[in-house]
């Protein structure tokens, strides 16, 4: 028999769909954000910090707009410059953040196992 884990009443099935912060959540956000927007689903694809141990991350054009997804997979924060990107990041807001994120900057740091999407 597999014993519960002591904090099974906090972190379980039932509680991470009732959470808006939820992976679950987050991930039903993402499916329907795919069937919104042509963007993501046509976009012209293009792997971006390919050398980059820790990330993940793409971009996505669709005439004029631009999409860019990143993903921090380990347990330490990434500090990106994302100006190496973007011209002027002043144009661009947070399509979806697994984290409060609230504004975007030149700089960011990207949190332990943090996704983010952003687009113009």
Known sequence: MVKLADNYKEVNAKEDKNSEKSI?????????????????????????????????????????????????????????NLSELIEDIKGYKILISNYNLDELSDHIRLRAYESLAIEN
Do not use: C
């Not at 976009?43 to 993940?56: N, R, S, T, V």
């Open 24 to 80: 679950f959540n987050y991930y039903k956000k993402l499916i329907a954000l795919r069937k919104e927007d042509d963007l993501i689903s046509d976009g012209k694809f293009e792997a971006l910090f390919i050398d980059h141990d820790y990330l993940l991350a793409y971009k996505r054009t669709l005439n004029d707009k631009e999409l860019i997804n990143i993903n921090n997979f380990p347990d330490q924060e990434v500090s990106l």
